[in-house]
C-alpha cells in the first residue's frame, strides 16, 4: 500500500512544474488529477493509469544524448519505465534507477534543468496481459557521468548509442511531445 509521504511529493512535484504548450498543461492538470483520485499511482497493477519516469541522458558537456532504441516499439527513445517498489514513490528515483538499467551509465539529475524537464500522458494500446492505459512519463535531464561505459540490457532494449543533438532529433521522429522534451534538454544544456 503506498504511503501517503509518496503521494505529497508527487503532488509537490507535479505542482511546482510550468507546461510549456497547451498538450502539457492539460497532460499536467491529467497528472495532478490522477496523483489525487489512484489508489496506487506508482503501481503498473493500476490498469487505467499509473506515473512512469523516464530521462533524458546527456554526456558532462552536454553536447550527446543517449537513446535507447525500445524493443517492442522498436523506435529510439529516452530510457524509462515503470515506478517500483524501491524507489519508494519518488519519480527522480524511477528515472534515475530506469537510465541507469538502460544505459549502463552512472547518472545523477542535471544540475540547471527543472525538476521535472517534462511531463507527457500518452497511450500505451492493449497487449495480451494488459488492457489499453495510460502512462503518466515524468521526465527529467540526467548527466552520465562515464559515457564511455554506455551499453544496452538485451531484455531493455535493442540498443543504445550517443547522437549528437540535432542526430537525435531525427531519430525520434516527428512526435510533438518528444521533441518538446528533446528540444528543452538541449535549451537546458546549452545554456538557453
Known amino acids: 500500500m ?3 509521504a509518496p503521494l505529497e511529493d508527487l503532488r509537490a512535484l507535479l505542482s511546482r512544474h510550468v507546461p510549456q504548450d497547451l498538450k502539457e498543461r492539460e497532460d499536467l492538470e491529467l497528472m495532478r488529477r490522477f496523483a489525487s483520485e489512484l489508489e496506487r499511482p506508482f503501481s503498473r497493477k493500476q490498469l487505467r ?3 512512469t ?3 533524458v541522458v546527456v554526456d558532462p558537456a552536454g553536447e550527446r544524448v543517449a537513446l535507447v532504441l525500445h524493443g517492442k516499439f522498436n523506435r529510439w527513445l529516452q530510457p524509462g519505465g515503470h515506478a517500483e517498489d524501491v524507489d519508494a514513490g519518488s519519480m527522480e528515483a524511477s528515472a534515475l534507477r530506469e537510465a541507469r538499467e538502460e544505459t549502463g551509465c552512472r547518472v545523477s539529475l542535471h544540475p540547471k534543468a527543472p525538476s521535472p524537464l517534462d511531463v507527457d500522458v500518452h497511450l500505451i494500446s492493449a497487449r495480451k496481459d494488459e488492457p489499453e492505459h495510460l502512462h503518466l512519463d515524468v521526465r527529467f535531464l540526467v548527466v552520465a557521468e562515464n559515457p564511455e ?7 531493455e532494449s535493442s540498443g543504445a548509442q550517443w547522437f549528437g543533438w540535432d542526430e537525435a532529433l531525427a531519430r525520434v521522429g516527428q512526435e510533438a511531445a518528444l521533441r518538446r522534451l528533446m528540444e528543452k534538454a538541449r535549451g537546458v544544456v546549452r545554456g538557453g
Open 2 to 4: 503506498t504511503t501517503i
Open 149 to 155: 561505459a554506455l551499453l544496452h540490457d538485451p531484455n
Open 49 to 51: 493509469a499509473h506515473f
Open 53 to 55: 519516469g523516464s530521462a
